[in-house]
């Protein structure tokens, strides 16, 4: 995987699959794509698969934060 994730759509919906070695700045990257797509205001569902990745670089502090932000962006 050259990027550290792809994005399906399905739809107006988004499946994030992610691999190798993740960080904070990749799911934010992830999210910004997600958000500023014009898709996201009809969207139902969006899924981010960590399943094929190596490791991840979070720390409690940082998930907190993506899971805030998760929330602020629901519509």
Do not use: C, P
């Amino acid at each position: 995987m050259d990027n550290k994730f792809t994005i399906l759509w399905l739809d107006n919906d988004a499946i994030v699959t992610f691999g190798g070695d993740i960080s904070f700045h990749d799911i934010m990257q992830a999210n910004g794509l997600i958000y500023g797509n014009i898709k996201f205001d009809r969207m139902k569902f969006q899924i981010f698969d960590y399943s094929q990745i190596k490791s991840i670089d979070l720390t409690y502090d940082i998930a907190e934060i993506i899971a805030k932000l998760d929330i602020a962006a629901t519509v």
